[in-house]
């Protein structure tokens, strides 16, 4: 049972355009949200976070929306850069004390084109 | 500060070969966990630990072992490898959240051990 699921594999973008990525989760305990970068043979790397607690929260060209009542976020970002391009994971943590256990989604392929 | 270090970066076990994937973060982290990642099946929780000795099942844990004698290290063993354990692993730590502490909620990621079974 995929409790987070990204349901587009890949994501194609012009340059200088907004790229929207979505993520869809099912257990409302979630209460944190993460959303990583992962650039080929290397780690993950963390670039937004949202708590439930919130609807929106914003980094440079990053933006992210969380809609509680339809459990889903989604990522802006503004404007896409060739650089951008990567796989983007979303990721949900239950209210656990003191752990997070993040289950994340399968990914979305992102590629900004020049 | 090199932040969390995985070895080996590549190996290739025989079936039934054990192996012990290393994991070790300098930054005073109590939370650890590992990950694998496989073709359309995004990141999968494995093992992971709230502290010394302290460790928990995530989404995926059969075949794999872990423990934490220490605040630093968090090894992921394979004791008898199998082809279905072929994948690339990432162990990731952060703070405990209840500390209260900038950037506690957030994963940091090693670069990853590639493991192939044959």
């Known amino acids: 049972d995929q409790q987070v699921k990204q349901n587009s594999p890949s994501l194609s973008v012009q340059e200088g355009r907004i790229s929207i990525l979505n993520c869809d989760y099912t257990?409302?305990?979630?209460?944190?949200f993460l959303w990583y970068k992962k650039y080929p043979a290397e780690g993950p790397t963390f670039l937004i976070s949202?708590?439930?607690?919130?609807d929106k929260n914003e980094d440079g060209r990053f933006t992210v929306f969380l809609n509680k009542s339809a459990k889903h976020l989604s990522l802006h970002i503004v404007p896409s850069q060739p650089g951008d391009s990567a796989v983007y994971f979303c990721?949900?943590?239950?209210?656990?004390?003191?752990?997070?256990?993040?289950?994340f989604g399968t990914g979305t392929r992102l590629k900004v084109l020049a | 500060n090199a932040g969390v270090t995985q070895t080996p970066k590549f190996q290739v076990l025989k079936t039934g070969q054990s192996m012990t994937l290393q994991c070790a973060q300098d930054?005073?982290?109590?939370?650890m966990s590992w990950y694998r990642q496989d073709p359309g099946m995004g990141l999968r929780l494995i093992h992971y630990?709230?502290?010394?000795?302290?460790?928990d099942q995530g989404e995926v844990p059969n075949g794999y072992n872990v423990s934490r004698s220490t605040t630093e290290d968090f090894p992921l063993r394979l004791l008898s490898a199998a082809p279905s354990q072929t994948s690339v692993y990432f162990c990731?730590?952060?703070?405990?959240?209840?500390?209260?502490?900038?950037?506690?909620?957030?994963?940091?990621f090693g670069a990853g051990s590639r493991l192939t079974v044959l």
């Open positions: 257990n409302s305990m979630f209460d944190y």
């Open positions: 990721a949900a943590s239950p209210t656990t004390s003191g752990t997070y256990k993040y289950i």
């Open positions: 930054m005073n982290h109590e939370y």
């Open positions: 949202i708590s439930s607690i919130k």
């Open positions: 990731a730590s952060s703070y405990n959240r209840l500390r209260g502490v900038r950037g506690a909620n957030v994963l940091t």
């Open positions: 630990s709230v502290g010394a000795g302290i460790t």
